[in-house]
């Protein structure tokens, strides 16, 4: 209460006269009067929640309300005080099923309002007051009441995202991405599993293959586009059928539209070699053929020519014809070029067409007077298969010079196959004539009995006779004539002069053919220098035989020897076939090199991990001291993807080849290792390494489909009660513009994304490729062991930021995370406030480190500690980590913000993540790549 002074002025009707009438006085009277005024005092805070009140409905205990949030504001003057929560009050039933904070600097000030622990509830409706309070406010505290409604009572809904499917296909190798549709509950209660009803087809039938996925809401309906290569060009209409048992609006109803309309572009060939004499003429004008292999008409092609470096303006290309197919004619100009390489890239276009442009390569070797010539050995192919898992053995063409000059690296052009197709896999080697084109056969179980024929063009630009061809006959069947197979093809022994004889070697005849392979014969055929002192004996009563080489000294002197040994067996097509062998003989008190083995095969995938070094061993197959040898790599095709390191004292030396996966592409990559050791006789030796780097599946395309899945997979190490619920995939949230990423899989526990996100300002987290294990709900507490481990990488430069690790969920759905982060790049430093500082490892081979706590909102994050120096980018990138231990530790320990446990006791778990947190690459392809990741459990 305050007191106000008021003074009032008299009216004129209150004014006194004076007795003298021509002079008056007035007099004023001022009267003071005090007014009891009830006023707020100066700067008052009022607290304003809205909304004022809180309700809410379960079915049951696996289908948690989502959380509500109450704002809570300042309706009076000043600054209202950071609000508090006081003792809750439950009403009569149940308590404890509240988990509240409150987030905010100032006001408005933000309540959460969790719900927890219903599952110790039987059906009804329950009720609570939150007080919340504010220091100095006029009407603290404030009550927020709460209802609660759990029970069958309560009915589910179908809900459906997106409510409608489109898709577009050109042609029948052109299927539509998967889509998926998300299956909610926007009612209360637990939902059904879902399951698909019969399809409406308005037209066609049977183009639509659907599933669901999840073991509570929300459900995944994947729908898959397949047979339609049996659809003409049109638009196609089906309705899907979605029920749930108990659901209010079951059954619930989604529209599908296919489109097959779209024209494409196919080019025919895709390259083109031209060759001509400096100063000569011009060669002949080669063809490229445009088609449509899409559907519909496609529109008349335009053309334009980007070129390589050396030259430009030496092309014209000319396209013809009134509708599909076009002829494109391609003449090169010699005027003006001198002798060289030139490239260009003709791009062509046609309105209307889904890949519009479509490019290919025209090179053009311009020689100077010299010619070279494609020469061939062998000049055809012959092999059988019995079946498709006995595949005939590779074969070898060498491609050399006959001519002048020097010969172009040759290419190799597009098969004929007269039947069947798709049987060979071909590639050429080597820098420099003679080259080598390897032939292999493939894919021969979608095969039938028979004989195939096929004919392999090889091209050299500039050469006079270029394309050469190669015919190949392929026989499949029992009724095909057995084939020999030689392992190894080359035997290297090594003694000393004098002394005893080396170690006998083996090779194997096997039959890559079909039918029986007799008993091999054999015949020695020496060359200069010697003779008579290898013997061969082959043993065995049926194929795989044995042919044993025995290499005697006698009296041969100091030297290298070398012959050829010829394997025959009757019937088989390709007898008889031959294996070298070399023999060096060293002085009394020379050291010669020996290898051991004498070449390597290395295997990986694109992207993917490193495979396992291996070792060669060096030897002395001399006497004296071999001095420690010297390594040189020569490569046959890509550089620098080969490591050697030698170790030891003395001989026998172990080299060590480790061969690198880093950006290759696919493919068979080869090298030579020269081994040198200073006084041996026969220095330098040398061994071949071969690298085979095979693509990896795509798992999730460009496309930034949010949670794209690949999978199930029923992996072993992530094995769990219901046996395949293992996924790789995507989740993404708010993708940059311009961003890309694609993930390839090998195994679930082997899998790698690349990505480009160019840097938006931010360092929010765009997408999180990951690997998935799903649960049935099994209780943390029925755990004996829970742990994982892990093998990743990531770029560490400020190209990068990323964060990596695991997202766990629990207690039926995604409300309820807590995040393991062991690795951090350029992700801004420790996390905060930190809550609680502990240590975990020490069992089950898991290395003991420290770890931080912190909890933002809902989400709580373990962190590996940071380093005092600070760093933003710190962590390890491969270990092991006790999942069981962190998630007790947080069942058991109460969040001082709270007063509650981190996560409430008898929790289940719903699924356990791994994988990249990624916000940029600086606009940057990179590859993040897990290996060698798995969950143990029991």
Same mark, same amino acid.
């Given at each position: 209460?305050?007191?106000?002074?008021?003074?009032?002025?008299?009216?004129?009707?209150?004014?006194?006269?004076?007795?003298?009438?021509?002079?008056?006085?007035?007099?004023?009277?001022?009267?003071?009067?005090?007014?009891?005024?009830?006023?707020?005092?100066?700067?008052?805070?009022?607290?304003?929640v809205s909304p004022t009140s809180i309700a809410a409905n379960s079915g049951?205990?696996?289908?948690?309300?989502?959380?509500?949030?109450?704002?809570?504001?300042?309706?009076?003057?000043?600054?209202?005080?950071?609000?508090?929560?006081?003792?809750?009050?439950?009403?009569? +039933?149940?308590?404890?099923?509240?988990?509240?904070?409150?987030?905010?600097?100032?006001?408005?000030?933000?309540?959460?309002?969790?719900?927890?622990?219903?599952?110790?509830?039987?059906?009804?409706?329950?009720?609570?007051?939150?007080?919340?309070?504010?220091?100095?406010?006029?009407?603290?505290?404030?009550?927020?009441?709460?209802?609660?409604?759990?029970?069958?009572?309560?009915?589910?809904?179908?809900?459906?995202?997106?409510?409608?499917?489109?898709?577009?296909?050109?042609?029948?190798?052109?299927?539509?991405?998967?889509?998926?549709?998300?299956?909610?509950?926007?009612?209360?209660?637990?939902?059904?599993?879902?399951?698909?009803?019969?399809?409406?087809?308005?037209?066609?039938?049977?183009?639509?293959?659907?599933?669901?996925?999840?073991?509570?809401?929300?459900?995944?309906?994947?729908?898959?586009?397949?047979?339609?290569?049996?659809?003409?060009?049109?638009?196609?209409?089906?309705?899907?059928?979605?029920?749930?048992?108990?659901?209010?609006?079951?059954?619930?109803?989604?529209?599908?539209?296919?489109?097959?309309?779209?024209?494409?572009?196919?080019?025919?060939?895709?390259?083109?070699?031209?060759?001509?004499?400096?100063?000569?003429?011009?060669?002949?004008?080669?063809?490229?053929?445009?088609?449509?292999?899409?559907?519909?008409?496609?529109?008349?092609?335009?053309?334009?020519?980007?070129?390589?470096?050396?030259?430009?303006?030496?092309?014209?290309?000319?396209?013809?014809?009134?509708?599909?197919?076009?002829?494109?004619?391609?003449?090169?100009?010699?005027?003006?070029?001198?002798?060289?390489?030139?490239?260009?890239?003709?791009?062509?276009?046609?309105?209307?067409?889904?890949?519009?442009?479509?490019?290919?390569?025209?090179?053009?070797?311009?020689?100077?007077?010299?010619?070279?010539?494609?020469?061939?050995?062998?000049?055809?192919?012959?092999?059988? $298969?019995?079946?498709?898992?006995?595949?005939?053995?590779?074969?070898?063409?060498?491609?050399?010079?006959?001519?002048?000059?020097?010969?172009?690296?040759?290419?190799?052009?597009?098969?004929?196959?007269?039947?069947?197709?798709?049987?060979?896999?071909?590639?050429?080697?080597?820098?420099?004539?003679?080259?080598?084109?390897?032939?292999?056969?493939?894919?021969?179980?979608?095969? $039938?009995?028979?004989?195939?024929?096929?004919?392999?063009?090889?091209?050299?630009?500039?050469?006079?006779?270029?394309?050469?061809?190669?015919?190949?006959?392929?026989?499949?069947?029992?009724?095909?004539?057995?084939?020999?197979?030689?392992?190894?093809?080359?035997?290297?022994?090594?003694?000393?002069?004098?002394?005893?004889?080396?170690?006998?070697?083996?090779?194997?005849?096997?039959?890559?053919?079909?039918?029986?392979?007799?008993?091999?014969?054999?015949?020695?055929?020496?060359?200069?220098?010697?003779?008579?002192?290898?013997?061969?004996?082959?043993?065995?009563?049926?194929?795989?035989?044995?042919?044993?080489?025995?290499?005697?000294?006698?009296?041969?002197?100091?030297?290298?020897?070398?012959?050829?040994?010829?394997?025959?067996?009757?019937?088989?097509?390709?007898?008889?076939?031959?294996?070298?062998?070399?023999?060096?003989?060293?002085?009394? $008190?020379?050291?010669?090199?020996?290898?051991?083995?004498?070449?390597?095969?290395? $295997?990986?995938?694109?992207?993917?991990?490193?495979?396992?070094?291996?070792?060669?061993?060096?030897?002395?197959?001399?006497?004296?001291?071999?001095?420690?040898?010297?390594?040189?790599?020569?490569?046959?095709?890509?550089?620098?993807?080969?490591?050697?390191?030698?170790?030891?004292?003395?001989?026998?030396?172990?080299?060590?080849?480790?061969?690198?996966?880093?950006?290759?592409?696919?493919?068979?990559?080869?090298?030579?290792?020269?081994v040198a050791s200073s006084g041996a006789s026969n220095t330098p030796q040398?061994?071949?390494?071969?690298?085979?780097?095979?693509?990896?599946?795509?798992?999730?395309?460009?496309?930034?489909a949010n949670n794209s899945n690949c999978g199930p997979y029923l992996y072993?190490?992530?094995?769990?009660?219901?046996?395949?619920?293992?996924?790789?995939?995507?989740?993404?949230?708010?993708?940059?513009?311009?961003?890309?990423?694609?993930?390839?899989?090998?195994?679930?526990?082997?899998?790698?994304?690349?990505?480009?996100?160019?840097?938006?300002?931010?360092?929010?987290?765009?997408?999180?490729?990951?690997?998935?294990?799903?649960?049935?709900?099994?209780?943390?507490?029925?755990?004996?062991?829970?742990?994982?481990?892990?093998?990743?990488?990531?770029?560490?430069?400020?190209?990068?930021?990323?964060?990596?690790?695991?997202?766990?969920?629990?207690?039926?759905?995604?409300?309820?995370?807590?995040?393991?982060?062991?690795?951090?790049?350029?992700?801004?430093?420790?996390?905060?406030?930190?809550?609680?500082?502990?240590?975990?490892?020490?069992?089950? +081979?898991?290395?003991?480190?420290?770890?931080?706590?912190?909890?933002?909102?809902?989400?709580?994050?373990?962190?590996?500690?940071?380093?005092?120096?600070?760093?933003?980018?710190?962590?390890?990138?491969?270990?092991?980590?006790?999942?069981?231990?962190?998630?007790?530790?947080?069942?058991?320990?109460?969040?001082?913000?709270?007063?509650?446990?981190?996560?409430?006791?008898?929790?289940?778990?719903?699924?356990?993540?791994?994988?990249?947190?990624?916000?940029?690459?600086?606009?940057?392809?990179?590859?993040?790549?897990?290996?060698?990741?798995?969950?143990?459990?029991?």
């Amino acid at each position: 209460m305050r007191r106000l002074r008021i003074f009032l002025r008299l009216l004129p009707q209150l004014i006194k006269e004076g007795h003298n009438a021509k002079s008056r006085r007035v007099f004023l009277h001022l009267f003071p009067v005090v007014l009891a005024l009830s006023m707020p005092a100066l700067g008052a805070q009022t607290i304003a929640v809205s909304p004022t009140s809180i309700a809410a409905n379960s079915g049951n205990c696996a289908n948690y309300p989502a959380n509500q949030t109450v704002t809570i504001s300042n309706s009076g003057s000043g600054t209202l005080a950071t609000p508090t929560i006081g003792t809750v009050t439950y009403g009569s +039933g149940a308590t404890g099923w509240l988990n509240l904070w409150i987030t905010g600097s100032s006001a408005p000030y933000t309540l959460t309002v969790e719900f927890q622990g219903l599952c110790g509830l039987s059906n009804g409706t329950y009720t609570a007051t939150i007080p919340i309070s504010s220091s100095g406010a006029s009407n603290s505290p404030v009550s927020i009441p709460v209802t609660l409604t759990i029970g069958s009572g309560s009915s589910p809904t179908i809900s459906l995202s997106p409510t409608s499917l489109t898709a577009n296909s050109g042609n029948c190798t052109n299927y539509p991405a998967n889509q998926t549709v998300t299956i909610s509950n926007s009612g209360s209660g637990a939902l059904a599993t879902p399951t698909i009803g019969t399809v409406t087809y308005n037209q066609g039938s049977g183009w639509l293959n659907l599933w669901i996925t999840g073991s509570s809401a929300p459900y995944t309906l994947t729908a898959e586009f397949q047979g339609l290569c049996g659809l003409s060009s049109g638009t196609y209409t089906a309705m899907i059928p979605i029920s749930s048992s108990g659901a209010s609006n079951s059954p619930v109803s989604i529209p599908v539209t296919l489109t097959i309309s779209s024209a494409t572009i196919s080019l025919s060939p895709t390259s083109l070699a031209f060759s001509a004499t400096a100063g000569g003429a011009n060669p002949a004008a080669q063809n490229v053929t445009v088609s449509n292999s899409g559907s519909g008409t496609l529109a008349s092609p335009t053309t334009s020519i980007s070129y390589g470096s050396g030259g430009s303006g030496w092309l014209t290309v000319s396209c013809s014809g009134s509708s599909a197919p076009y002829t494109c004619s391609n003449q090169p100009s010699i005027s003006g070029l001198s002798a060289g390489t030139y490239t260009a890239t003709v791009s062509v276009a046609s309105s209307g067409a889904t890949n519009t442009p479509q490019t290919y390569t025209v090179s053009f070797t311009v020689n100077s007077g010299s010619t070279p010539t494609i020469s061939l050995s062998p000049t055809s192919i012959t092999a059988s $298969s019995g079946d498709c898992t006995n595949y005939p053995a590779n074969q070898t063409v060498t491609i050399s010079n006959s001519g002048s000059g020097t010969l172009a690296t040759p290419t190799i052009g597009t098969v004929t196959y007269n039947q069947g197709s798709g049987w060979l896999n071909l590639w050429i080697t080597g820098s420099s004539a003679p080259y080598t084109l390897t032939v292999e056969f493939q894919g021969l179980c979608g095969l $039938s009995n028979g004989t195939y024929t096929a004919t392999i063009p090889i091209s050299s630009s500039g050469a006079s006779n270029s394309p050469v061809s190669i015919p190949v006959t392929l026989t499949i069947g029992s009724g095909s004539s057995p084939s020999i197979s030689l392992s190894p093809t080359s035997l290297s022994f090594s003694a000393t002069a004098g002394g005893a004889n080396p170690s006998a070697q083996d090779v194997t005849v096997s039959n890559s053919g079909g039918g029986t392979l007799a008993s091999p014969t054999t015949s020695i055929s020496y060359g200069s220098g010697g003779s008579g002192w290898l013997t061969v004996s082959c043993s065995g009563s049926s194929a795989p035989y044995t042919c044993i080489n025995q290499a005697a000294t006698g009296s041969l002197a100091a030297g290298t020897y070398n012959a050829t040994v010829s394997v025959a067996s009757s019937g088989a097509g390709n007898t008889p076939l031959t294996y070298t062998v070399s023999f060096t003989v060293n002085s009394g $008190s020379t050291p010669a090199i020996s290898l051991s083995p004498s070449s390597l095969a290395f $295997s990986a995938t694109t992207g993917g991990s490193n495979p396992t070094a291996q070792n060669v061993t060096v030897s002395n197959g001399g006497s004296g001291t071999l001095a420690s040898p010297t390594t040189s790599i020569t490569y046959g095709s890509g550089s620098g993807w080969l490591s050697v390191s030698c170790s030891g004292s003395s001989a026998p030396y172990t080299c060590s080849n480790q061969a690198t996966t880093g950006s290759l592409a696919a493919g068979t990559y080869n090298a030579t290792v020269q081994v040198a050791s200073s006084g041996a006789s026969n220095t330098p030796q040398s061994y071949t390494v071969t690298f085979t780097v095979n693509s990896a599946s795509v798992c999730v395309d460009s496309t930034l489909a949010n949670n794209s899945n690949c999978g199930p997979y029923l992996y072993s190490p992530i094995a769990e009660s219901s046996g395949s619920n293992t996924y790789v995939g995507q989740d993404v949230f708010n993708p940059s513009s311009g961003m890309t990423q694609t993930i390839y899989v090998t195994t679930p526990g082997n899998w790698y994304a690349t990505a480009q996100i160019p840097y938006d300002s931010g360092d929010s987290v765009k997408s999180y490729p990951n690997v998935q294990q799903l649960y049935n709900g099994e209780k943390l507490d029925n755990f004996h062991n829970f742990y994982s481990s892990f093998t990743e990488s990531a770029d560490q430069s400020t190209n990068t930021s990323t964060d990596i690790g695991y997202d766990i969920f629990f207690n039926g759905g995604y409300n309820n995370e807590v995040m393991i982060q062991n690795d951090l790049v350029n992700r801004g430093g420790q996390c905060g406030p930190v809550l609680a500082t502990e240590t975990f490892g020490g069992t089950n +081979g898991v290395p003991v480190n420290t770890w931080v706590l912190c909890v933002y909102g809902s989400e709580t994050i373990w962190q590996i500690q940071q380093p005092s120096s600070g760093e933003q980018t710190f962590g390890v990138q491969s270990g092991s980590v006790d999942l069981l231990a962190m998630l007790q530790w947080l069942e058991n320990n109460t969040n001082p913000n709270t007063g509650a446990t981190y996560i409430p006791a008898g929790s289940t778990m719903y699924s356990v993540s791994f994988g990249f947190e990624l916000c940029y690459t600086n606009n940057v392809q990179e590859n993040f790549t897990v290996t060698n990741f798995s969950i143990t459990q029991n």
